[in-house]
C-alpha cells in the first residue's frame, strides 16, 4: 500500500502539466531523493507543497497532502520492505523523468523511436512493479510458488510490462493528445504511418 501511494505521490507530480517539464523532473528528482533517505523531509515536503492547489482532483490533493505521513511510514518500514520500495520507486520515478524528457514539447507529437524505448520504458514503470510484489511474495506468503524465484521474477516483469501495454492501447487518445507516442517510430515507419498520422 505505501509503495503504491508513493508511485501515485510520484506519477500525479508528473503529470502537473500547469507546472514546465523541467520544473516538474527537478520536484520528481528531489521526491526520489526524499524516498531513498537523500534528502531530508521537511525540504521535501515543503516543495511539494506547490503542486498541491494546482490538483483538479481532490484525491489527489489529498495525497500530496499526506506526503510527510508516507515518508514518515517508510522510515519505520522493516528494512527488507523499504529496500524493495526504494528500489521500485526509483526505478518508477527514472521512467517519469525519461518520459518528460523525450516529450518536452506537448504541441509536437512525438513517438518513441524503437521497440527497445518502448521495452525500457514499460519495464521502468510496470514491469519491476511485477519484480517488487514477486520479491514481496517470496518473503511473506508461505508456498508462494513452487518455480523458483528467479523463474517467478522473470514471469512478474513479463506480467507488468504486459499490462503497461494494455494501458498505453487504452490510453493511446489522450497520449497522443499530450504530444506523447508510444508507438514505436521505427514500426510506424516500416508501414508508412506516423504518430501525426494516429492522432
Given at each position: 500500500?505505501?509503495?503504491?501511494?508513493?508511485?501515485?505521490?510520484?506519477?500525479?507530480?508528473?503529470?502537473?502539466?500547469?507546472?514546465?517539464?523541467?520544473?516538474?523532473?527537478?520536484?520528481?528528482?528531489?521526491?526520489?531523493?526524499?524516498?531513498?533517505?537523500?534528502?531530508?523531509?521537511?525540504?521535501v515536503?515543503?516543495?511539494?507543497?506547490?503542486?498541491?492547489?494546482?490538483?483538479?482532483?481532490?484525491?489527489?490533493?489529498?495525497?500530496?497532502?499526506?506526503?510527510?505521513?508516507?515518508?514518515?511510514?517508510?522510515?519505520?518500514?522493516?528494512?527488507a520492505?523499504?529496500?524493495?520500495?526504494?528500489?521500485?520507486?526509483?526505478?518508477?520515478?527514472?521512467?517519469?523523468?525519461?518520459?518528460?524528457?523525450?516529450?518536452?514539447?506537448?504541441?509536437?507529437?512525438?513517438?518513441?523511436?524503437?521497440?527497445?524505448?518502448?521495452?525500457?520504458?514499460?519495464?521502468?514503470?510496470?514491469?519491476?512493479?511485477?519484480?517488487?510484489?514477486?520479491?514481496?511474495?517470496?518473503?511473506?506468503?508461505?508456498?508462494?510458488?513452487?518455480?523458483?524465484q528467479?523463474e517467478?521474477?522473470?514471469?512478474?516483469?513479463?506480467?507488468?510490462?504486459?499490462?503497461?501495454?494494455?494501458?498505453?492501447?487504452?490510453?493511446?487518445?489522450?497520449?497522443?493528445?499530450?504530444?506523447?507516442?508510444?508507438?514505436?517510430?521505427?514500426?510506424?515507419?516500416?508501414?508508412?504511418?506516423?504518430?501525426?498520422q494516429?492522432?
Open positions: 500500500a505505501l509503495a503504491y501511494l508513493l508511485a501515485r505521490t510520484t506519477d500525479t507530480v508528473a503529470d502537473t502539466t500547469r507546472i514546465p517539464g523541467t520544473v516538474r523532473t527537478e520536484s520528481l528528482k528531489m521526491l526520489s531523493d526524499g524516498i531513498q533517505g537523500k534528502r531530508s523531509r521537511e525540504v515536503v515543503n516543495q511539494m507543497a506547490s503542486f498541491v492547489p494546482l490538483q483538479e482532483n481532490a484525491a489527489e490533493r489529498t495525497l500530496l497532502r499526506s506526503l510527510a505521513d508516507c515518508l514518515e511510514w517508510l522510515e519505520q518500514t522493516v528494512e520492505d523499504r529496500d524493495d520500495i526504494r528500489a521500485v520507486l526509483e526505478k518508477i520515478t527514472q521512467g517519469q523523468m525519461l518520459d518528460l524528457h523525450r516529450f518536452d514539447s506537448p504541441a509536437q507529437v512525438r513517438a518513441l523511436q524503437t521497440a527497445a524505448d518502448l521495452d525500457e520504458y514499460t519495464y521502468l514503470v510496470a514491469g519491476c512493479v511485477g519484480e517488487f510484489w514477486t520479491r514481496l511474495c517470496f518473503r511473506h506468503l508461505r508456498d508462494f510458488a513452487s518455480l523458483p528467479d517467478m521474477l522473470a514471469l512478474g516483469r513479463r506480467y507488468g510490462m504486459g499490462l503497461q501495454l494494455i494501458n498505453v492501447l487504452r490510453d493511446a487518445g489522450p497520449d497522443l493528445r499530450a504530444g506523447r507516442c508510444y508507438f514505436p517510430d521505427d514500426e510506424l515507419g516500416a508501414i508508412d504511418l506516423s504518430a501525426a494516429i492522432l
